[in-house]
């Protein structure tokens, strides 16, 4: 029973942050039509920075949510730049030329991380405000992956919140429905475009950065994330934030049971579950068939 | 020949197609009028297996086609336009018409040798839709009415018994109009094809079509030869908006 | 017009042939490996340049192809023209799959998958460790002597290469070529003319995939080794630049574009191992300034 609630935390915690990564591609995809290959990338470069952030100023004191606050700031900036002077240029081209330019931001930026911070395995401590474990009653767990549970949720709240009963998310809906829509309205659609890369990116960021101190930075997390994501948005169906909310739950409850049953293959049991969407469910759980 | 019995179609709420059925006859110039929003393209893409209908059958020879994905459709013989123009718009007028024998041939899987042109078969079609001109212009860059006769060039490559043609006079100018009416009903007489088809223009359905089916919010509120569509108090409450008593 | 291009490339094909009377061993190695890419970015060329879907996991059939030959080799002992003609028969399978998974939906599910699937074989390559050695790679992959020299494996590769990259020019010439072409302009149309699109797509695919893995197959019996790298997103990510930088709408191009990248990448390794971060730029370049690549710049100039 112990075990089993400490498996299931860990599923959760680990869901509950890959969901911060898959809900900005699925948003960035439901409004630009732009699949970001770079958003792994993002979340990557977010830990670096956390990382390097705490190393000058240190853990406590609140200084590990100063260096998470940056992160999301600097992948917010830099992600408007990314979209203002390059993206931006390839909208009214063929959809090949966005997936291979949002590619080539994935080699460079990996480039850019080996030459700032090398090859070898990086980690950031617990804050202090959140080491240690909590006594849950049945088991005693990791305070910070509680917390990281706990953002999880507060994000997927506060992203329905703007979706729902804000104007900026009714146009982003809208968007997500129908482009040409946005236009009608009288709407500043490059605005749009502009805010919801750079919120989607900064997104990413925070993820990192947060899941930096559970997690090892290592060259190769970019795209081991980003594959993550894309099979959160297969199964969940790809502009839809419940579905990526629910395909980053499943993924991690399966990963935690994989862990257990069948150590070192558990993401084949992912893969599996991807496959079996494909066959049945091609659109994904929550996703709208084509040409519908 | 083409029989359509019960199909009704929901949008989350909407009903677009409710209940309708109509009969095409062999030889028939059918036409589908009603409002804007009275279901028509929706009601041709049930046909064609573009939307899966939420219940009711389409059949064509007394086969059924409900349920078949749309290049399933296409082999019993059925061909069509759309509202929207539809065709390859970076190959030339004459590798359009290619890919569509091509696909009618059924030789789309064969990869071991090179395609060889049918020549003749390919400026035949061309010289039916008059583009015999316009072989080696790339589709993109024709004018509006032109593309819409490559269309009909692409539909007419399957050698269709049945044609589907979705509004092919919609944003013509008047001379475009009155050409294109003249091509289609020439063609229609020249290959016995049978045709069913949407329009906005009333002279153009009263025109030439020999049986007229009228519908109002997704369902059939008449269907009839012209005279007697024309004659029915219903259509003209509803759609010619002629209140009658 | 055919004809004089046939011409051509039998030229350049016989030119080649007799570079082993150059003596030189480097000279060899290199264009031995410029061929074995150029099979390899022609492959991907038919999915990216005619079929419109842009595959990020291209990689995982050239390591298949390259894996099953050298396991085929090494460790059953299956003399070669039988084990790579079994290799290939397995990578068409494995292609035949994974591609029916990833042409459901439209290209941007196509793109996310092949991604996807190739870090997958990428992930069984590096955990098999029984069958694939893991990260130490299959070493001793040995040819048989009748190809064992330099010169004498430049040609086999040389006759191995024509003939394929043959084939694949009849293969985009074919009517399942121009399809491909139309589905990309036009899916609904090409369904609505009574193609099976996605089963064409499929075809394609698994003909991509079978000729990626006899470039694979090559490229093992090449280094005599292979390393779990070469199904890595890298080793895709390259290839796919090697056919954007030469020219996607075109044939040829991606043979240009092998060819640069190769020697390029000669030269950058002896200099930086920044290798990735400068395909970025070449990449980026592209996009942004000739985005039909070498051949598209070629074409341009011809014009004027």
Redesign the interface.
């Known amino acids: 029973m112990m075990y089993a609630t400490i498996q299931f935390l860990n599923g959760l915690s680990y869901g509950l942050s890959l969901f911060l990564v898959a809900a900005g591609l699925s948003i960035i995809f439901g409004v630009l039509r732009v699949l970001n290959f770079a958003h792994g990338t993002f979340y990557m470069l977010g830990g670096y920075i956390a990382y390097e952030a705490v190393s000058h100023i240190g853990l406590s004191d609140g200084g590990f949510w100063i260096a998470v606050a940056l992160s999301g700031l600097v992948l917010a900036v830099l992600a408007a730049i990314i979209e203002r002077l390059m993206l931006r240029k390839l909208y009214g081209r063929d959809e090949v030329y966005q997936l291979l330019f949002t590619f080539a931001l994935v080699l460079l930026f990996s480039d850019v991380i080996r030459g700032l911070w090398g090859t070898q395995v990086l980690s950031i401590s617990f804050p202090p405000e959140l080491s240690g474990a909590q006594d849950l009653g049945l088991a005693y767990y990791p305070r910070y992956r509680l917390f990281l549970c706990l953002v999880g949720i507060v994000v997927a709240i506060g992203v329905w919140f703007v979706f729902q009963r804000t104007r900026w998310g009714r146009i982003i809906r809208a968007a997500t429905q129908d482009r040409e829509i946005l236009g009608a309205l009288g709407i500043n659609v490059p605005l749009v475009y502009l805010v919801v890369f750079s919120a989607g990116a900064a997104l990413a960021g925070i993820g990192g950065a947060l899941a930096a101190p559970a997690l090892a930075l290592k060259p190769g997390m970019d795209t081991e994330i980003i594959v993550e994501c894309f099979i959160v948005v297969i199964i969940g169906g790809l502009g839809s934030l419940w579905g990526a909310f629910i395909g980053a739950i499943l993924i991690g409850q399966l990963r935690s049971i994989g862990l257990y049953f069948v150590p070192e293959w558990e993401i084949v049991l992912v893969y599996l579950l991807m496959i079996a969407v494909l066959a049945f469910r091609p659109w994904g759980l929550l996703g709208k068939r084509e ?2 | 020949m083409l029989e359509i019995k019960g199909l009704t179609k929901t ?1 989350s709420g909407f009903t677009a197609v409710d209940n309708a059925s109509l009969i095409v006859k062999k030889g028939d110039i059918h036409g589908v009028i009603g409002p804007n929003g009275a279901g028509k393209s929706t009601l041709f893409n049930l046909i ?1 297996g ?2 899966i209908a939420d219940t009711g059958e389409v059949r064509l020879h007394d086969k059924r086609l409900t349920g078949l ?3 399933a ?3 019993r013989g059925l061909g ?1 336009s ?1 509202q929207r123009i ?6 030339t007028v004459w ?1 359009n018409v ?3 024998l ?3 041939d ?10 060889v042109s049918q020549n003749e078969q390919i400026a035949r079609l061309l010289e039916t839709v008059r583009l015999e001109d316009e072989a080696q212009v790339v589709a993109g860059e024709l004018s509006y009415g032109r593309q819409k006769q490559l269309e009909l060039a ?1 539909a007419l ?2 050698e269709p018994h049945v044609l589907l043609l979705d509004e092919p006079t919609a944003g013509m100018s008047p001379r475009e109009t009155e050409d294109s009416i003249l091509l289609i009903t020439r063609i229609v007489k020249d290959r016995g094809v049978t045709l069913l088809f949407t329009e906005h223009d009333m002279n153009m359905v009263f025109g030439i079509a020999n049986r007229i089916t009228v519908l109002h919010h997704g369902a059939v509120i008449a269907s009839d030869s012209p005279d007697a569509v024309r004659e029915n108090s219903s259509v003209q409450e509803v759609y010619l908006g002629r209140p009658t008593h | 017009m055919p004809h004089s291009r046939l011409l051509l490339g039998a030229g350049i094909v016989g030119l080649l042939a007799l570079l082993p009377l150059s003596g030189s061993t480097y000279l060899m190695y290199l264009s031995t490996q410029v061929l074995i890419f150029v099979l390899f970015a022609t492959s991907l060329n038919i999915l990216i340049g005619y079929a419109g879907l842009v595959s990020f996991g291209h990689a995982a059939f050239f390591a298949i192809g390259g894996y099953g030959c050298a396991i085929l080799l090494r460790t059953y002992e299956i003399p070669l023209l039988l084990a790579m003609p079994a290799a290939l028969v397995m990578t068409a399978i494995l292609s035949a799959l994974i591609g029916s998974l990833c042409v459901r939906l439209t290209s941007y599910y196509f793109s996310m998958l092949t991604l996807a699937f190739g870090q997958l074989i990428w992930a069984v390559v590096f955990k098999w460790r029984s069958m694939t050695g893991g990260d130490d790679g299959l070493l001793r992959v040995d040819s048989p002597s009748w190809i064992d020299t330099p010169a004498s494996f430049f040609i086999f590769t040389l006759l191995v290469v024509t003939l394929a990259m043959l084939a694949l020019w ?2 985009a ?7 491909l ?2 589905i990309r ?2 899916q ?10 996605r ?2 797509q499929l ?2 695919f698994t ?1 991509a995939g079978t000729f990626a893995g006899l470039a694979g197959a090559l490229f093992a019996l090449f280094n005599r080794s292979i390393f779990p790298d070469s199904a890595w997103w890298l080793q895709s990510a390259e290839v796919l630049i090697m056919v954007v930088l030469g020219g996607m709408n075109s044939f040829f191009g991606p043979m240009v574009g092998a060819l640069t990248l190769i020697v390029l990448s000669r030269f950058t390794l002896e200099v930086t191992d920044y290798w990735p971060g400068l395909l970025a730029i070449i990449l980026l370049a592209t996009l942004f300034f000739f985005p039909n690549g070498i051949a598209g710049l070629l074409k341009a100039k011809g014009k004027r």
């Open positions: 040409g519908e | 949008f064609t573009h939307l994905a749309p290049h459709v296409v082999r069509r759309f539809s065709v390859f718009p970076r190959m590798e290619q890919i569509a091509v696909a009618k059924q030789q789309e899987f064969c990869f071991w040798k090179p395609l692409l490559a399957g | 009849i293969v010439h074919s009517p399942l070529g121009r399809t072409m139309a302009e036009n609904v149309r090409a369904g609505f003319l009574g193609v099976h699109t089963r064409v075809v394609a003909i």
